[in-house]
């Protein structure tokens, strides 16, 4: 009795989907009050390598229209049936067709799907998905890469003419041979942190540059060295500098390939490794430069419990007020990526920094200027309809590359 | 030749790399992605390394009875059992990671609450980093005591029952003094990844090389 009472359930639920199903498929008539997706139009999408068309629409409804559930997306090539592509959520009115293909000139028709039925938009323009050999919204990149490394080169080449080049002095390098010396004095090891981070993060490289000058400094005074890495190609590369630098200063037998050695990839993991290694070895002087996190206090407080001079530099902004507040001297920003420069004092090096500054002469000039002519447009005019403060928006949203 | 290979190796992939940011079509469209392919290939194989090298390590330091040589036991022990539940998930399971398998249990029950303490223990730092940062001993650190009392007055529901300046001194601070720093940093520190980056690129910068 049970078992015919559920096969009988099961034949009204599968009665009713059907009967759901061919209400909710059902193409609606045209001229009712069922909202329809109009001004359809595909376009290439620009700056791309070809394969994509942009598809977009507007939403007709009227006070009578039923919701729209969603649409989906329809696609046909010249002499071919029109097929479904993809679909998207009723909030939306575009629809990027990723899978086109070069040569083929495609319409589109957007099917709106309401509870009573669907109905389908007037097809498309003809669309054909290009590829472009320059991507347009990227001029401003390239113009201001140009620039910088035309100041940069023009440096390197005045530096290699013999020019005297100034730079001003960073505290935190200039520490880097006290620090090394210091723990010579007091027989104890350096450690050097090179953060959390793989060797395709510029921080890592930085890190990895000013590793050499330490292990190099380190390798004279006949100091321990202690390296611990996150990242197995960051050790590899690590144990290649600090080799390279016990080689350069005639001291390759004395060096250790265990000194560089890998912890773990996990933040928190590494985090605890790096603190007990500090808790135990009582390095004397503790370098944290390159890429940190949330673990950057948690090390520099750490360090600085064992009383150890630290020596920190990173270009996280969310990171630099925990290095400062907690390190005896912290590289900020762009110094760390000075430092390789500013430590060999090679005058080659030393120009590209100079390049990079007069980069950043520009751009503050650029940003007082602007600001100075929005300013007056705004006393020109408050409502931003004069020519000055539209010529400020017009220059900022192509700075932007908005 | 152990060097100049290298340097022109590196020469290529950069110059191509920029000139793939500005061109999109075909060869250099995909580019990018085509070498992230690479990288996480290579760096999977390093993996091997970085584990042969904890394990080495490790044991030399138990064979050598040196400070703290119970923990590499552990840490060894350990190393073991995350393969072995890991392996013990896959065949029974299909997958280390189905959520009933051993090693889920590992991680769920052992390495995130490991994660969680170690984390926790910045609210600590943090305390004993602001005292000494806030002492007022010179003008500089007296304007940072200032503005940072004013922040934290001005973010809790206390600052704007006292009065209306908190909430409002701080929305300033944040939006345009400390805004302002910030963003003076993130130029300098791009256009000197720009630099760092010509310098590798043109093989001025080798100290990265052996």
Redesign the interface.
């Known amino acids: 009795m049970g078992h015919r009472r559920l096969v009988a359930t099961l034949v009204f639920l599968g009665v009713l989907a059907l009967v759901g199903g061919s209400v909710a498929a059902r193409p609606l008539e045209e001229g009712t009050s069922a909202p329809c997706a109009c001004s359809v139009s595909a376009n290439d999408v620009p700056?791309?390598?070809?394969g994509a068309i942009s598809v977009s629409w507007d939403l007709a409804t009227t006070d009578a229209s039923p919701s729209v559930t969603r649409f989906e997306i329809l696609r046909y090539a010249t002499g071919e049936e029109p097929v479904s592509i993809g679909e998207v959520l009723s909030t939306n009115t575009d629809f990027q067709d990723v899978n086109a293909d070069g040569g083929t000139i495609y319409q589109y028709i957007v099917r709106t799907h309401t509870r009573d039925g669907f109905i389908d938009s007037v097809p498309s323009d003809a669309a054909l998905a290009t590829?472009?050999?320059?991507?347009h919204g990227?001029a401003p990149?390239?113009i201001a890469?140009i620039l910088?490394?035309g100041s940069?080169?023009f440096f390197?080449i005045r530096a290699k003419g013999g020019a005297e080049l100034f730079i001003r002095k960073i505290p935190g390098l200039d520490a880097v041979d006290d620090a090394v010396g210091r723990a010579t004095e007091m027989g104890r090891p350096v450690l050097y942190v090179p953060g959390i981070e793989?060797v395709?993060e510029?921080g890592t490289?930085?890190a990895?540059?000013i590793l050499?000058?330490v292990a190099k400094k380190v390798a004279q005074h006949g100091t321990p060295l202690l390296v611990p890495t996150a990242?197995?190609?960051v050790?590899?590369?690590a144990q290649?500098?600090v080799?390279?630098a016990y080689a350069e200063v005639g001291q390759s037998d004395r060096f250790d390939p265990?000194s560089v050695?890998?912890?773990?990839?996990?933040?928190?993991?590494y985090?605890?490794g790096v603190d007990?290694i500090m808790v135990?070895e009582r390095p004397e002087a503790v370098f944290l430069l390159g890429y940190f996190a949330?673990?950057s206090?948690?090390l520099?407080?750490t360090a600085?419990e064992i009383g150890a001079i630290q020596i920190s530099g990173t270009?996280e902004?969310s990171q630099?007020p925990?290095f400062?507040?907690?390190c005896d001297y912290t590289l900020?920003?762009?110094?760390?990526?000075?430092a390789?420069?500013y430590l060999?004092h090679e005058p080659?090096?030393l120009g590209?920094?100079k390049?990079?500054d007069l980069?950043?002469i520009g751009?503050v000039y650029l940003i007082v200027t602007l600001v100075i002519a929005g300013s007056i447009g705004y006393a020109i005019s408050p409502d931003g309809t004069s020519t000055l403060s539209r010529a400020v928006e017009a220059a900022a949203l192509w700075l932007t590359g908005s | 030749m152990k060097r100049s290979v290298p340097l022109i190796i590196t020469f290529l992939t950069g110059f191509f790399l920029v000139v793939a940011f500005f061109v999109p079509h075909e060869p250099f469209g995909e580019l990018e992605q085509r070498l992230l392919v690479w990288f996480a290939i290579v760096s999977g194989f390093t993996m091997l390394l970085g584990i042969d090298n904890l394990i080495r390590s490790h044991a030399r330091r138990i064979a050598r009875t040196n400070t703290g040589w119970g923990h590499s036991i552990v840490l060894l022990m350990g190393l073991v059992v995350t393969v072995v539940v890991g392996v013990i998930g896959f065949s029974r399971l299909g997958s280390p990671f189905h959520i009933h398998s051993p090693f889920m249990f590992v991680y769920t029950h052992v390495i995130v609450p490991l994660q969680g303490t170690m984390f926790a223990l910045l609210a600590f730092f943090i305390a004993s980093a602001s005292y000494r940062a806030f002492r007022a001993r010179n003008t500089v650190a007296t304007l940072l005591l200032i503005s940072a009392l004013i922040v934290m007055l001005g973010r809790i529901p206390i600052g704007a029952a006292i009065s209306d300046f908190f909430p409002a001194a701080q929305e300033w601070i944040m939006d345009v003094p400390q805004l302002a720093a910030k963003r003076g940093i993130q130029i300098g520190a791009a256009l000197g990844a720009v630099s760092m980056s010509l310098r590798i690129i043109l093989g001025i910068e080798r100290s990265y090389l052996s």
């Open positions: 700056d791309d390598g070809g590829a472009q050999w320059f991507a990227r990149s390239l890469l910088v490394c940069i080169i390197i793989t395709s510029v490289l930085a990895l540059t050499g000058h990242d197995p190609i050790m590899t590369t290649e500098i080799k390279q265990s050695f890998y912890l773990t990839y996990d933040q928190f993991g985090t605890a007990g135990r949330a673990e206090l948690i520099a407080e600085h270009k902004t630099l925990f400062v507040a907690a900020i920003g762009e110094e760390i990526f000075a390789s420069s060999s080659i090096m590209s920094l390049g990079q980069i950043k751009i």
